[in-house]
């Protein structure tokens, strides 16, 4: 069937009684048809018999030009989402490889939150000594014996090895600066102000 290319729906059905139709008519007339009104009635008849014809082709037309575009746009979106896996499997595969050439770039970057409060680094014997479960003096948890391990956790001089007796009686080699510095005073726990004693016991606390 040819396309249309007018809609029928927006035709006007002719006068067939005006001169313009007269050889029509005419020849309508010659064929039998009774009179000039009766040859322009079944002109009109014949019109929008046609007419009526042409509206089911056009809607006939309109639904298969609607299928087609259904049909056009569903695989383009196939083509379309066929490319976007095509194009992040090739952007995975490029990550992969990127990780794989330069692991530096991926290292996660530590959210911890920056310390508003003074830290708090208390000596390597004291942190042996909680560490092991073992009494430990408040006195390294107080102003004075954390400024006492701030000096000599800044000191570069090395403090070496030395030889200490091990609970089994046999002389075991041990980190210097992980046993007391007889140096320095350590006030007995019972000696403490009450000052230094909430100082070192909150400290203490934290630490364990």
């Given at each position: 069937m040819?396309?249309?290319?007018?809609?029928?729906?927006?035709?006007?059905?002719?006068?067939?009684?005006?001169?313009?139709?007269?050889?029509?008519?005419?020849?309508?007339i010659a064929d039998g048809v009774a009179n000039d009104a009766s040859a322009a009635q079944?002109?009109?008849?014949?019109?929008?018999?046609?007419?009526?014809?042409?509206?089911?082709?056009w809607a006939?037309?309109?639904q298969e030009a609607a299928r087609t575009a259904e049909e056009a746009q569903r695989l383009a979106d196939k083509e379309e989402q066929q490319r976007q896996v095509a194009l992040e499997e090739e952007q995975e595969a490029a990550r992969k490889e990127d990780h794989k050439k330069n692991k530096a770039k991926f290292v996660p970057v530590a959210t911890t939150?920056?310390?508003?409060?003074?830290?708090?680094?208390?000596?390597?014997?004291?942190?042996?000594?909680?560490?092991?479960?073992?009494?430990?003096?408040?006195?390294?948890?107080?102003?004075?014996?954390?400024?006492?391990?701030?000096k000599n956790l800044l000191s570069s001089e090395p403090?070496?090895?030395?030889?200490?007796?091990?609970?089994?009686?046999?002389?075991?080699?041990?980190?210097?600066?992980?046993t007391r510095d007889t140096k320095s005073a350590v006030t007995r726990d019972e000696n403490l102000s009450w000052e230094q004693f909430n100082e070192a016991a909150l400290r203490m606390i934290i630490a364990m």
């Open positions: 040819a396309i249309l290319l007018d809609n029928p729906n927006d035709a006007i059905i002719p006068d067939f009684t005006t001169g313009e139709h007269g050889a029509a008519r005419a020849r309508l079944l002109l009109a008849a014949l019109w929008t018999m046609n007419n009526n014809a042409a509206k089911d082709a006939e037309q309109v939150k920056i310390p508003t409060g003074p830290i708090v680094i208390p000596s390597h014997y004291a942190v042996k000594k909680l560490k092991a479960g073992e009494y430990c003096e408040l006195h390294y948890f107080t102003n004075v014996g954390l400024a006492d391990a701030r403090k070496g090895m030395i030889l200490l007796p091990s609970e089994d009686g046999q002389q075991i080699w041990v980190n210097a600066d992980e």
